[in-house]
């Protein structure tokens, strides 16, 4: 059946700042207390999600969550009108605040694992919302991603599950931990889980290891994977350790081709034969590894050489790698990169696109987006105002200009005028992305 691979950027919300939340994430801790620019922001984000859609690849749109999330606050304790809980909130733990404020829901890939039609026993594509539950900030957003993912991918061609129990033997962080690989989009594929640690395991890595098995072989079971292409691999410490928080830091797939530094598994051969095994009678797998001597891990993660969107491009014979401008400031990144090129491989081409803003707080090109395939028939299910084309873009580029600041400091989630302009353009975006009057919870 043909199909082609979507991706669904997260819209970077109003509240975008550097507030240092996620531990073990190197840039996050980098740039704690700097100021951002939530318009800067969601100009890069959209420049890029545009320039895909410009190329003929479908290019989505994910809404941003509601911020701050006041009723979360009034779960710990706090009281009265929203105004009033986030001003109790303010004085006494700034923290939470800073928490319930968070932008995050922007890096899509973590919003959900999805698993195409081609390969669910029901013939629907499955969505699973992450849960997130390893952060405070993150683990906030599993039933609002579960709303806007029904919302936006609405009715019988596809399943929506609830995100798994919030416990940390499930802890799940969605499509950056998960590679699908295939002959042809629309085909069968195999599914490659990589987890960082069992449920029950004591863990004593320098960070966390975010990603349990038991998550992912509950999704595969909830999605109806056929066992036999689903592949589960352990991510090496050594890259946790690094600072890969998650495995799409390290390594990237699509269509035949993994593209992959040399320390992201537990296990390389082992994890390279299971591959071979499961995609055996489908395609060849092409594997693409990046030795340590070429590209030091630590340059791979600085620079988010992995966390790069690997691209079907149309009428390209060969794939396109849509990396962030870091990579060609990086010397032993750049270099590699025009490598690749220069050879035959599966990658004939290396587009550096500029998303600092992002970049900043840990996130590359590939954190930005949920890579969805789609057939025709659910393509045409998806709801249109979710779809990026021109006068889509327009709109939401002048609508950002309208109510994003300029600038945002950490300090700054104390004004109440914060809240005020949030809410505003969150209500409107409700109506460009034709998301119902009672998508968010201030507006029920």
Not at 148 to 175: C, I, K, M, Y
Not at 341 to 350: D, K, L, Y
Not at 351 to 364: F, L, P
Request: negative net charge.
């Amino acid at each position: 059946m043909t199909a082609v691979e979507a991706n669904f950027d997260g819209l970077i919300g109003p509240t975008h700042n550097y507030g240092g939340l996620s531990f073990g994430n190197i840039a996050s801790d980098k740039n704690r207390g700097a100021a951002s620019s939530p318009l800067g922001a969601v100009i890069e984000g959209l420049g890029k999600a545009k320039a895909l859609a410009d190329a003929g690849l479908v290019q989505g749109i994910l809404p941003p969550h509601a911020r701050p999330d006041t009723d979360y606050l009034r779960q710990l304790g706090f009281s009265g009108s929203d105004k009033a809980v986030l001003d109790a909130a303010w004085k006494k733990a700034p923290a939470l605040v800073r928490n319930v404020y968070s932008a995050s829901p922007m890096w899509a890939a973590n919003a959900a694992t999805v698993s195409p039609s081609a390969d669910t026993q029901d013939g629907r594509l499955h969505f699973t919302p992450a849960n997130l539950v390893t952060t405070l900030h993150r683990s906030i957003e599993g039933k609002a991603t579960q709303n806007a993912l029904e919302r936006v991918f609405p009715g019988h061609n596809f399943a929506v599950h609830a995100p798994l129990p919030a416990q940390s033997t499930f802890a799940d962080e969605g499509a950056a931990n998960h590679v699908r690989l295939c002959g042809e989009h629309g085909g069968p594929g195999v599914e490659i889980f990589v987890y960082g640690r069992e449920g029950s395991e004591a863990w004593d890595g320098r960070f966390p290891a975010r990603q349990t098995r038991e998550s992912f072989e509950a999704i595969a079971r909830a999605h109806g994977l056929d066992p036999v292409r689903c592949v589960f691999i352990r991510q090496s410490q050594d890259a946790i350790d690094a600072g890969a928080f998650h495995n799409d830091v390290v390594c990237v797939g699509t269509l035949n081709t993994l593209f992959f530094h040399e320390k992201a598994f537990a296990d390389r051969e082992t994890a390279l034969a299971d591959i071979r095994a499961a995609a055996k009678g489908l395609f060849d797998p092409v594997f693409i590894e990046v030795p340590e001597d070429d590209v030091p891990i630590r340059d791979a993660i600085s620079s988010y050489l992995f966390n790069s969107q690997l691209l079907d491009m149309p009428d390209a014979d060969r794939l396109m790698l849509n990396a962030p401008i870091e990579c060609e400031e990086t010397d032993s990144t750049r270099e590699f990169c025009q490598t690749l090129v220069n050879g035959n491989g599966s990658i004939g081409h290396v587009n550096y696109v500029d998303v600092r803003q992002s970049m900043r707080n840990g996130g590359g090109p590939a954190c930005l987006r949920l890579r969805v395939v789609l057939t025709e028939a659910e393509r045409d299910a998806v709801n249109s105002s979710c779809l990026l084309g021109d006068e889509q873009f327009a709109r939401l580029t002048e609508w950002a200009r309208r109510h994003y600041r300029e600038t945002l400091h950490p300090d700054d989630l104390g004004d109440p005028a914060l809240m005020d302009e949030s809410r505003a353009a969150l209500d409107e975006l409700t109506r460009l992305l034709s998301l119902g009057s009672d998508f968010y919870p201030f507006q029920r």
